[in-house]
């Protein structure tokens, strides 16, 4: 079924929440955070096999992706705190739809950083659980010995382009890009660590999050190998993780799990269940 449209207003920018037909007792509703560069639209497959599981679905475009508005352009000066505070509006904005259900976060690589940080940032958030699909810590020294250079080197070389453009164009990676949230991607790519974000030293937050996590790792995936996801795990330090490898039949890898998720819809759906 087709998904409705609604927007979130962030100063001169607006949020584009897609919101998939839910029935009225649906008791969690999935709020999804895609990655960088990657519509919303994307995952209708997988919002649809996660309704069909039982989930009420939400699935928001990142700042000037997909329907959110304008695209990144040279005056675009928000990055990575800005995409964090959006989730907390995106919740505030659907709290009428989510009295009387859990909420969970789902979050895709960089969707999936903003919601562990959203977490970090806002300590009284009633989010339920997270669910972190193909998320880690971008860090060069965290991927296997002959990826490392060539990440350090990608990565440090967006930032001095998109600093330099003042904003990143998209150029066989990542979709146009506000040049702040390449500056913050290359920064945490470079040193492992996340910068402060609104006078929260997050990775002191991150230490105190304690809402359930599940951590799934996609086969083929080399974007963000195993290694990355348990560096970020690590900074969650006081949270109960559930890990999991997700290697079905077809053949995936960072983004194509999205095109055959039935079965990890499913579980996401499981999991949240037990919260």
């Known amino acids: 079924m087709e998904p409705t449209l609604e927007t979130v207003v962030r100063g001169a920018d607006s949020i584009a929440l897609h919101v998939y ?52 352009g040279r005056g675009s000066r ?28 789902v979050g895709h690589s960089l969707g999936g950083q903003a919601c562990a940080l959203h977490l970090a940032c806002e300590p009284a958030s009633d989010v339920a659980g997270l669910a972190l699909l193909a998320v880690g810590l971008p860090y060069w020294r965290s991927y296997p010995g002959g990826q490392r250079l060539p990440v350090l080197l990608q990565t440090q070389a967006l930032g001095v382009a998109s600093a330099v453009l003042r904003v990143w164009p998209g150029w066989g990676f990542g979709g146009r890009q506000a040049r702040g949230v390449i500056r ?12 402060n974000l609104g006078g929260v030293d997050v990775e002191a937050a991150l230490a105190k999050v304690t ?65």
């Open 78 to 105: 928000y990055g990575l705190g800005d995409l964090t505070a959006d989730v907390d509006a995106v919740l505030a904005h659907l709290k009428p739809r989510r009295a009387g259900r859990r909420t969970i976060l």
């Open 211 to 275: 809402t359930p996590v599940l951590a799934v790792d996609m086969a083929g995936d080399k974007y963000t190998p195993p290694g990355t996801v348990t560096r970020l795990l690590e900074k969650l330090a006081s949270v109960p993780v559930t890990r999991e490898r997700y290697a079905p039949a077809e053949a995936i890898d960072h983004f194509r799990w999205a095109k055959h998720g039935d079965e990890l819809a499913g579980r996401v759906a499981s999991w949240a269940r037990h919260l």
């Open 184 to 195: 913050d991607w290359a920064y945490t790519a470079r040193t492992g660590r996340y910068p």
């Open 21 to 72: 037909p839910a029935p009225e007792d649906a008791p969690t509703l999935a709020v999804l955070w895609p990655a960088m560069g990657v519509p919303a639209r994307y995952y209708r497959k997988f919002a649809g096999e996660l309704g069909a599981a039982g989930v009420a679905v939400v699935v928001a475009d990142l700042r000037g992706t997909g329907a959110s508005a304008p695209r990144p």
